[in-house]
């Protein structure tokens, strides 16, 4: 069968994929992946066919995310690349998966009549339970419910892409669009690539869809001496460790932030390591030996985790997964999108406190926050839990099992049940 993905992202969006790819040549298909410049180099270190997005600029859109009008510029120019770039790969494969950032997807695979599985890290999929994923407030609203909320996200997302997708669509002889929130689930055979243990899932959803779990990639090249390293630093003395990182994403406070759980450490006698990421996190700290390591490479999460007391992060779903398998109490810092709604489950599932705003927190907010998160017995536990039933999950095989039964026309392959 001959495979075509499609993803970007930072980290977490892209990592699972390549996992993805590598699995499915094993079993001996002809893949192909589109993905950004950025992450050329993992690429050819699997072995992967790939091809490089020429309009990808994935580090510009995370540091304008917030941004309207710079984003809305990102997204049209990217959709207007999506329909030159994959419409002739699509038709050079039998099937096309893609993330569901990729707007331009499900009007390619209808154009090009080609089946189409479309992936999320959230359930970004429009119900009558579960509010948008993607909203900065994730708990059920009183007085906005979920249908209201998928609405206005709805009405946005019209204005951002339906015009751009209904041009190209207008130019090879398609009928337009009246609603991408409607039109892109409802073209495909949606696969939420998340952990049915830490994630929701809603019965109100009227559209195909498959829950697999997320997609750990396990083999991503790394720097082994930074990697000894941070393992000398973590076993040199009984002391706790607290990780900290915001990935791929920038935050104005981030320093300040840094600096406040440095403080924080030295005076409760925690130890500190700092995942610097794409936009060098903690650089502006003081060299600290005694209480602090400061990580600016990048090094696999199921290395490290499972050797910290306790995570605080970004709150992106590639972290909290990963975090969540290593058995690890977390608290979520989220800045965009998903991670909001990844932060409240980890503190909804009892895995840490619920989480902050980097912006609003006070010091001594923080502080109880870190005491809470690295003592509480309770988080401990539940992220133990939590942390054997991920293990117990296979999301890459059940993917691809998942994408060879779409591509033979058979039903979707049996969801184990979810254990209570």
Avoid at 230 to 240: A, G, M, N, T, V
Avoid at 254 to 259: I, L, S, V
Avoid at 292 to 312: G, K, Q, R, S
């Amino acid at each position: 069968m001959k495979i075509l993905l499609v993803c970007r992202g930072s980290q977490g969006d892209i990592y699972p994929y390549l996992a993805v790819a590598a699995a499915l040549l094993k079993q001996d298909h002809e893949v192909t992946l589109s993905l950004p410049e950025v992450f050329e180099k993992e690429a050819r270190s699997f072995g992967i066919n790939y091809v490089l997005q020429g309009s990808d600029d994935i580090l510009g859109m995370v540091e304008t995310a917030t941004n309207t009008r710079d984003l809305l510029a990102w997204t049209q120019r990217v959709i207007h690349a999506q329909f030159e770039e994959l419409i002739p790969l699509v038709k050079r494969h039998d099937i096309l998966v893609s993330s569901n950032t990729e707007f331009a997807a499900p009007s390619i695979a209808e154009y090009c009549r080609k089946p189409l599985i479309r992936t999320a890290y959230a359930p970004l999929l429009p119900g009558g339970k579960l509010p948008p994923p993607v909203m900065p407030w994730p708990k059920p609203n009183p007085l906005f419910p979920p249908a209201f909320q998928w609405k206005a996200l709805n009405i946005g997302l019209n204005l951002m892409v339906k015009k751009v997708i209904n041009t190209h669509r207008k130019e090879r002889g398609m009928p337009p669009i009246a609603d991408q929130g409607e039109h892109a689930p409802g073209h495909a055979n949606n696969y939420l690539m998340y952990s049915r243990f830490l994630g929701e899932t809603d019965p109100d959803w009227k559209y195909t869809w498959s829950i697999g779990g997320y997609c750990f990639n396990d083999l991503i090249p790394y720097n082994e001496v930074a990697y000894r390293k941070l393992i000398d630093f973590i076993q040199k003395d009984p002391r706790p460790l607290l990780f900290f990182t915001l990935g791929s994403c920038i935050s104005k406070q981030g320093d300040r932030f840094c600096a406040w759980l440095l403080d924080i450490c030295e005076q409760q006698g925690y130890k500190l390591a700092v995942g610097a990421g794409w936009w060098k996190l903690g650089a502006q700290l003081q060299d600290d030996k005694e209480h602090l390591f400061l990580l600016n490479t990048a090094i696999p999460h199921n290395l490290i985790f499972p050797a910290c007391d306790a995570v605080m992060h970004h709150g992106g779903s590639g972290t909290t997964h990963s975090a969540g398998r290593a058995g690890k109490p977390q608290m979520a810092v989220p800045l965009i999108l998903d991670q909001h709604y990844w932060g409240y489950r980890a503190a909804k599932l009892g895995l840490g406190p619920d989480y902050i705003r980097i912006a609003r927190i006070s010091r001594q907010e923080l502080e109880q926050k870190v005491v809470d998160l690295m003592t509480n017995p309770v988080y401990k536990k539940n992220a133990a839990d939590l942390g054997s039933r991920i293990r117990g999950e296979n999301g890459i095989q059940r993917i691809c099992d998942y994408i060879g039964s779409i591509n033979r026309g058979v039903e979707d392959p049996p969801v184990p049940p979810l254990l209570v």
